[in-house]
């Protein structure tokens, strides 16, 4: 009895080692086979510098959505392979998936033939959006006056409405920074019993905090001298003088074609004006107007 438990006990112990030694086996080859696979899943990527000075990120391979950007210099991780018909590459933002232009990145691996990806590049250098825009402007200043005296029937607190033209040219300081050189001119009636006139010019700022191809959402900020500037009683007499301007708001932009563009905007406008020298027994104080500038502007850019 003793030697057939003991006999029982053994065969045990030999099927208990029989079977570790399976499992240590399958265990090595699944470790063998991840080895294996490892370099392809780890290492299937590549490294790119960004050429384009502002390189569009998109959300989809087919770069419908562009979700942000990345500067010129940047050093990035990119997929072996193109997509798209070797238009994109893949790429990781804030751990998801996303998709820059091949023709915005240098990489170790060019995966495109060398001839086409120079054309591409050229291409896309001969179709860069132009630094140099310029526009020609209609708007309506809605301001309400402040005066201390004057003659004439409006008093301080008073509504003058204003109606300018004007011009402007820009140019591109910055991937998001444009500079604006601004030429205006408005004038003001109250019932044909006053006028008011000015000519400035002076420089704006714009900070795009849009910027897509076709559509653009700038912050503004300017300031006009303002050289001339006159009021006129009743047609009584005409006293000159000058001033400045200082405003803040937002335009947009929608490009309408490879040169043509249309634009609106919306300026909250501060404009002192001074100098007067009104006729004897006459009271013209120098006036300040702040309000709401509301226009457009028919853009072409070179």
């Known amino acids: 009895m003793l030697l057939r438990i003991q006999r029982l006990t053994e065969r045990l112990l030999f099927l208990t080692l029989l079977h570790r030694r399976k499992l240590a086996t399958n265990l090595c080859h699944v470790l063998a086979l991840f080895t294996l696979l490892t370099p392809t899943i780890v290492w299937a990527h590549q490294f790119g510098i960004v050429t384009a000075e502002e390189a569009k990120i998109y959300a989809d391979v087919e770069r419908t959505s562009p979700i942000g950007y990345v500067r010129r ?117 109250n019932q044909e019993l006053e006028t008011w006139k000015m000519v400035g010019a002076g420089a704006g700022f714009g900070y795009r905090l849009v910027d897509f191809d076709k559509f653009q959402v700038r912050l503004l900020s300017e300031i006009l001298f303002i050289p001339f500037a006159s009021y006129e009683l009743m047609g009584a007499y005409r006293i000159r003088g000058y001033g400045a301007s200082v405003g803040g708001g937002l335009d947009t932009t929608l490009k309408l074609g490879e040169h043509w563009g249309v634009q609106v905007m919306a300026i909250y406008q501060y404009m002192k004006l001074g100098g007067y020298k009104p006729p004897v027994g006459q009271l013209y104080d120098a006036p300040s107007f702040f309000g709401v500038k509301l226009g457009g502007n028919l853009n072409y850019s070179f």
């Open 73 to 189: 210099g940047k050093k990035i991780k990119l997929s072996n392979i193109a997509k798209n018909k070797g238009s994109v590459y893949a790429t990781v933002v804030s751990g998801k998936l996303a998709y820059i232009s091949v023709t915005d990145v240098n990489t170790e691996i060019e995966d495109l033939d060398s001839t086409r990806l120079v054309a591409e590049r050229f291409q896309k250098a001969a179709n860069k959006k132009s630094d140099s825009i310029y526009s020609l402007g209609l708007f309506q200043y809605s301001s309400i006056i402040s005066q201390t005296a004057s003659s004439g029937p409006t008093k301080d607190k008073d509504t003058v409405n204003w109606i300018g033209a004007g011009i402007k040219g820009e140019m591109k300081l910055a991937p998001r920074v444009d500079l604006q050189i601004l030429v205006q001119g408005m004038q003001a009636k």
